[in-house]
Each structure stands twice: as C-alpha cells, then as structure tokens.
C-alpha cells in the first residue's frame, strides 16, 4: 500500500520561506502525478501545483507562478514544494497528494487517491 | 480555470436520510469528476471518480452521476460516520479546481 509521509510542521516568518517534503512509499514514485494542495483555517481545498517525476516538469496553478517551486527527487522518492516570500495568508495545512492514474504525458491532471498526513505551515511575525 | 460550484454550502440531515449534493462546472468537463470526503483534523478521502465510479474500499450507499456541468453525489441511508465535509474537483483541465465544500451536519 503507497504512502505519502510529509514533513512535520513549521512556524515561518513572513518574508521567509518553507519546503515541505513528502516521501513515497513503493516503487511507482515516478509514474505518478504528486499535487500539492493547501487548506487554510476553515476553508476549502485549493490547487497549487503538480510535478510528474520521471518528466520532472512542474504544473503551477496560475496563483502561484513564481511563488512556489515543486521538485522531485527520484532516488529518494521525494516530492518537495518550497514557497517563499511567505506572508500570514500562507497560513495552512500542506497537503501532497498523488493523482490516481499513471501519467504517460508530460502533464496529466488527475483525482487524487492518497494523500499525506499534511503539514501544517503557520506564518507569524 | 475551470469553477466549480457546490450548493447546498451546509446541509442539515438525520441518520438514515437520503443526501443529495449538486456541483455545477463552468464549462463542460466530460466526466472528468471527484468527490472528496473530509473529516476533521484529517486528509481528504476518495470517494468517487470519474463521476460515478466508486474507489475501492467506498461504501456502496455512496454514488455519484453526472457530465458535462452538472453533478450529483447522492448518500443513501446517511451513517453517522458520513457526518463531514464533501467537496468535488474537476480535472479535465490542466489545472484541477475544487468546489467550495458541502458540510453534511447532524439534524
């Protein structure tokens, strides 16, 4: 059973920055599109991103061009998201998600059938 | 991007009762068609892809039906353990988009 284990929480300060990892299980890493998904306090699920490791081409939705990096180490089995210029609405859980099918293209968008356990990110000056 | 729109935003049902949620796209997607089950304090679960197919593992009281814009999740027999907030996603486009949530409270 695949699954993804995040790293643990972080208090950033705004202007700062966080990489949150998130670790597969299994031998499928590469194939698989990873997501990262945020959710502020009491608030709904939002898109960020998506990286299809054995392309290692990154998807960022349009709110976070230039603001968010996604990368993937497949010797490791690691998905990364690194944001910066961090500011208090960044405030939210983290979330890595992976899409459900096998991504034979360079860009697949995809339902999302395990998650990570999520991280919490709190910004505070 | 693609928006997704649930309605009702909070529902109110008891035990038993049957469920309807409805999430409208803004354009047509196909069947290309989510639903999430969240609970608090955790991750989101896969409900239904593709618009009516169950995940494995996913009750059967659970179903899903729909295409193009508009979309059903329907719970029959509501379960106290399906007390939660349900969101739908889209991804037929690059760019996948959730809806705003549906919070299924106890009457």
């Known amino acids: 059973q695949v699954q993804l284990v995040q790293s643990g929480a972080e208090v950033k300060k705004p202007g700062s920055s966080v990489k949150v990892s998130c670790k597969a299980s299994?031998?499928?890493?590469?194939?698989?599109?990873i997501s990262w998904v945020r959710q502020a306090p009491g608030q709904g699920l939002e898109r960020m991103g998506r990286?299809?490791?054995?392309?290692?081409?990154?998807n960022y939705a349009q709110k976070f061009q230039g603001r968010v990096t996604i990368i993937a180490d497949k010797s490791t089995s690691t998905a990364y998201m690194e944001v910066s210029s961090l500011r208090s609405e960044d405030t939210a859980i983290y979330y890595c998600?992976?899409?459900?099918?096998?991504?034979?293209?360079?860009?697949?968008?995809?339902?999302?059938?395990?998650w990570g356990q999520g991280t919490m990110v709190t910004v505070s000056s | 991007d693609i928006q997704m729109t649930q309605s009702p935003s909070t529902l109110s049902a008891s035990v038993g009762d049957r469920v309807t949620i409805t999430c409208r796209a803004s354009?047509?997607?196909?069947?290309?068609l989510a639903w999430y089950q969240q609970k608090p304090g955790k991750a989101p679960k896969l409900l239904i892809y593709?618009?009516?197919t169950l995940e494995s593992g996913v009750p059967s009281r659970f179903s899903g039906s729909g295409s193009g814009t508009e979309f059903t999740l329907t719970i029959n027999s509501l379960q106290p353990d399906d007390f939660a907030t349900y969101y739908c996603?889209?991804?037929?486009?690059?760019?996948?988009?959730f809806g705003q949530g549906t919070k299924v409270e106890i009457k």
């Open positions: 998600a992976r899409g459900r099918d096998i991504c034979y293209t360079g860009n697949c968008a995809a339902a999302f059938d395990i």
């Open positions: 299994g031998d499928t890493f590469n194939y698989y599109p």
């Open positions: 990286i299809i490791p054995i392309f290692d081409m990154p």
């Open positions: 354009q047509s997607i196909g069947n290309w």
């Open positions: 593709k618009a009516s």
């Open positions: 996603q889209q991804y037929n486009s690059y760019s996948e988009t």
